[in-house]
Every structure is written in structure tokens, then in C-alpha cells.
């Protein structure tokens, strides 16, 4: 069982409504990772973090897109005004450590559906 | 930039035949290939990995060997079973805290 925990594994949003949700990370574990994953299987990467620091993320001068791996809380991804395209499988993954060897442990994901 | 391709999108097979999934990439690093596993409504998760040339490297019956010189990672099974129905992602690490994945295979084993 996967000790990636993603909540909800569900979310259904209208166009334009705000969609968040949440990952707690492995134990121990302080490099996470958020992917789409679409209705192709495809992975698009969006953000990682090292603890509370942004290590990498796409362009996302729609600024619809926001994260954020707080301190002693789950980290958190949230889009602001939800669209059909956004519609996928929002996976978060968690790494031990940061080297290029390392595995990622990743949650079940949540599904968004943007109706 | 890092990229990997695979090839196949859908494989399908009767049970007790071999398998190979191509993955091929492209980076400037020396990097880690991975395979990572997806059952249906099931957290993707590792299957092998490896960063050295021309060994071969094995788990739960699947192997694969790092060629750099093709720069490949295909997956293989002898035999398949019922239960490696699954998607298949290739994954590439070239450092830095960057994973690139494959778009994926699904296979699917028939009885």
C-alpha cells in the first residue's frame, strides 16, 4: 500500500471553481513532486519541492496553478479557476532524498473532473 | 532537452509469451532509467532501475539492461502473466531532481 497519502481521490469542479488538494509525503521523505497525468496516461510535470523550497516548476504564467509544501502540514496543489483541459489524475510523489538514483513513491492520486 | 520515447502504445499478449517494451532517451547527463508500473486505480510504482552500462538488471521476473550506446532500457518477461496487465512508464533521471517520463505502455495479457 502506497504510504503517499492523496486527498480526496475525487473532485468534481465546475468551470471556474477552485480545486485543491492535498499530499502527505512519505515519512522522512523531504523532495515531492506533483504530475498531471491525462486521459493519454501521459505525465506532464508540474512543481517539486525540497521541504518548503521550490526546486523546479513549468511555466505557469496562467497563474491558475499554485503549490505549496508548508511546514508540518500536507503539501498542497490548487488550481485557481478550474477548466475542462485540467480535467486528469493529479499524482504527488515523494523521494528520500535528491539524488538522481533515487525512486519516487508516489500516492494514488487525485481525479479531477471538470464538468 | 531529456526525453524518452516508447514506441508502443497498447501491447496485447497471451499469457506464457515473452515480452520486450522499447524505451529509448535522449539527455547530455549520465543518467538512471527506471520502470515504473501502474495497475488499474493503483499508485504507480518501481519496477527496476538502473544506471550502468550493459548489465543487466532484474525484479519479479522483468529485466532490462542499460545500453548507452543505443541509449535504450527495454523491459522484457519470458513469460507473461495475467497479472503484469498493467501501464508501463519508462522513466529518465539525468540529476537534479528532474523525471522525465515515457508516455507509457499498456499491456494487456490475455488467457
Known amino acids: 500500500n502506497s504510504k503517499v497519502i492523496q486527498t480526496p481521490r475525487y473532485l468534481v469542479k465546475g468551470q471556474g471553481q477552485k480545486a485543491k488538494m492535498r499530499c502527505i509525503p512519505e515519512k522522512g521523505h523531504p523532495v515531492v513532486f506533483w504530475y498531471q497525468q491525462n486521459k493519454n496516461n501521459e505525465f506532464k510535470f508540474l512543481i517539486n519541492f525540497q521541504n518548503q523550497e521550490v526546486l523546479q516548476q513549468i511555466d505557469m504564467t496562467e497563474k491558475r496553478f499554485s503549490a505549496e509544501c508548508p511546514s508540518n502540514s500536507p503539501c498542497s496543489l490548487e488550481i485557481q479557476s478550474s477548466e475542462a483541459g485540467d480535467s486528469a489524475l493529479y499524482l504527488c510523489?515523494?523521494?528520500?532524498?535528491?539524488?538522481?538514483?533515487?525512486?519516487?513513491?508516489f500516492g494514488h492520486g487525485t481525479k479531477l473532473s471538470v464538468l | 532537452g531529456d526525453s524518452v520515447t516508447q514506441t508502443e502504445g497498447l501491447v496485447t499478449l497471451t499469457k506464457g509469451l515473452p515480452v520486450m517494451l522499447n524505451c529509448t532517451y535522449q539527455t547530455t547527463y549520465s543518467p538512471f532509467l527506471f520502470w515504473y508500473v501502474q495497475h488499474l486505480n493503483e499508485a504507480p510504482k518501481l519496477l527496476l532501475k538502473s544506471s550502468t552500462d550493459n548489465k543487466r538488471t532484474e525484479h519479479q521476473g522483468f529485466y532490462a539492461t542499460l545500453h548507452k550506446s543505443s541509449s535504450s532500457f527495454h523491459l522484457q518477461k519470458s513469460s507473461v502473466q495475467l497479472s503484469d496487465s498493467a501501464l508501463y512508464f519508462c522513466?529518465?533521471?539525468?540529476?537534479?531532481?528532474?523525471?522525465?517520463f515515457g508516455s507509457g505502455t499498456r499491456l494487456l495479457v490475455s488467457p
Open positions: 510523489a515523494s523521494s528520500p532524498g535528491q539524488g538522481a538514483n533515487e525512486r519516487l513513491f
Open positions: 522513466a529518465l533521471s539525468p540529476g537534479g531532481y528532474k523525471v522525465v
